[in-house]
């Protein structure tokens, strides 16, 4: 009776779940899909939390431990600056494997004399899963947080190792379906779970991030499924089949933004491109402009175009840049963003950089949606973006970047682009856009340029002179 | 666990998934920064597992591993609430654009 009840509960959790996720397809219904989450889970908690057969002794520690988790969990929520989202989420997806992994290890010691065969074979890989995880998603932390590496690390025979391992892994999962009182043969498992994780993630190098975190995310919401199988906990099922959808459209996204397939994501180790392959020798001329010339074009234009990329958040310039738009419009000048899948480091990141300086987001287009007016755009300033705005991308068969889509900021009638040196960017790919006769690069650091834009188009340097 | 148990999961994953591919298509690209705290959140549901093992303290063992799971599930779903919320609060519509100011420089 009491477990009918339960059930119910979780389902009536299910479908608020679903509707989170409804409601998160549009900004205006967004937060009503934050209070039917947070009701759902309200509901699950209460549900389970009526249970009679915890002793007072549990009692008291599941107070303790949601009282310390709530005093954890409130500082990472509030103040988290939105450049680190990227390291917060990856730090997020560790915790979540790591509960997983936790109850799964639990759960084998009490169970395993009883749950048969599959039971044994589904807590195998749940509990691989889990610990993988952990340690990928600290290791893609630490990587964003530049407390590792970002280069990616790649050694002779590193796949073979890597297959090893999992092999191992699988190969313990048979014997514990066969022999489950070999329980020593567990804390094995989990030492190869937590070794997988790490070996996957050294070598994935920094720009290739933005996939793995997404492709983290997924493996979080199975492996929280796979508890569910475990536990036969249908809303485990349901939150973590959601999640793992969720992750694999993000990454799937983020693969096609960079015309990268996964196998070459995971692999391949971008960023240790052959020198002598990338750039080709023969370009034009590069012109220049100072901010003031720059700023003086600009009022004249009826519509100018801003192309962020990470450069522009490492900069902090975002807050310089919406004054630069202000500015700009006082002057009766249309201003618009063009975000590219792979601006920021996480899917969606450049969107929230912008909203948290007060850029309206109806002014933040997606590539899709504003490559096609760039003809018709009289100015585009580039701001800390380099390769997802290089032309060769379209037709250099010999550039490592053939084939991505690009923002088409060279059909604009003048491009700006913000830079501190002609140095080549991050993956060292000369950029054709920088010898476009139409492109006049204005050279400095993001933040100070754009300052000055802002104060020579609203007109305060004026003021100040004289 | 039976056979039966595990085919009625996997009927129960199968739609569930179907159902999360149809409805994150949809989520604009303007949110995947939010719709990921959200699922993180959301997944820490995991929380109710930990709980069931935590409360039931049957071995040493398992009321340790269920404490840990517990703080850091819960860490999830209240970290995980509360960015979401504070980045979809920063989502703000432009304001109805006031008429351009006279200017009596002619545009290109």
Known sequence: ?466 | MTTNEIISSLFVFALAGFLGLELIRKVPKLLHTPLMALTNALSAIALVGSLVILGENQTTYSTILGFVAVVASTINVVGGFLITDKMLRMFRRAPARPAAPPSDEVKP
């Open chain 1, 1 to 466: 009776m009491r477990a009918d009840f339960v059930d119910l509960a979780y389902l009536i959790s299910a479908i608020g779940f679903a509707l989170s996720l409804k409601w998160m397809t549009a900004v205006v219904t967004a937060r009503r899909g934050i209070l039917a989450g947070e009701i759902a889970f309200a509901i699950a908690i209460i549900a389970t939390l009526v249970n009679p057969a915890f002793t007072g002794t549990g009692w008291f520690l599941i107070v303790l431990a949601l009282a310390l988790g709530t005093l954890i969990g409130i500082p990472l929520g509030l103040r988290v600056p939105m450049t680190a989202m990227p390291e917060r989420i990856a730090l997020s997806h560790a915790f979540g494997a790591l509960a997983v992994g936790l109850v799964g290890l639990a759960h084998y010691f009490l169970t395993y004399h009883t749950i048969g065969r599959f039971g044994l074979a589904v807590l195998g890989i749940e509990i691989t899963l889990g610990c993988l995880v952990f340690t990928g998603s600290l290791m893609a932390s630490g990587k964003l947080h530049e407390m590792l590496p970002q280069r990616p690390i790649v050694f002779p025979g590193q796949n073979y190792l890597n297959f090893s391992v999992l092999g191992l892994a699988v190969a313990i999962i048979i014997v514990l379906m066969f022999r489950p009182e070999t329980t020593w043969l567990v804390p094995i498992l989990v030492v190869l779970g937590l070794a997988f994780g790490v070996l996957l993630i050294i070598p994935i190098g920094g720009a290739d991030m933005p996939t793995v975190i997404a492709l983290l995310n997924s493996y979080a919401g199975l492996s929280a499924s796979a508890l569910g199988f475990v536990l036969d906990n249908k809303l485990l099922i349901v939150a973590g089949a959601l999640d793992g959808a969720s992750g694999l459209i993000l990454a799937i996204i983020m693969c096609r933004a960079m015309n990268r397939s996964f196998r070459n994501v995971l692999f391949g180790a971008f960023g240790q491109l052959d020198e002598s392959v990338v750039g080709s020798s023969e370009h034009g001329e590069v012109r220049s402009a100072s901010p003031d010339e720059a700023a003086e074009i600009m009022k004249m234009a009826r519509s100018v175009v801003i192309v962020p990329g990470y450069g522009m958040a490492v900069a902090q310039a975002q807050h310089k840049v919406r004054e630069l738009a202000d500015a700009l419009e006082k002057e009766g000048v249309d201003v618009r963003y063009a975000i590219h899948p792979v601006a920021g480091r996480m899917p969606g990141h450049m969107n929230v950089l912008l909203a948290e300086a007060n850029v309206p987001y109806d002014k933040l287009l997606d590539m899709d949606e504003i490559n096609s007016d760039f003809p018709q755009v009289d100015v585009v300033l580039v701001l800390g973006a380099n390769d997802v705005v290089n032309p060769a991308a379209r037709h250099e068969k010999s550039s490592p970047i053939y084939g991505m889509p690009i923002l088409n900021v060279d059909q604009a009638q003048c491009v700006f682009v913000v830079k501190r040196s002609m140095r080549a960017g991050f993956a060292g790919i000369e950029n054709e856009l920088f010898y476009n006769p139409k492109t006049l690069m204005v050279f400095g650091d993001a933040k100070a340029v754009v300052s000055e834009l802002a104060l020579e188009v609203s007109g305060q340097r004026d003021a100040l002179s004289h």
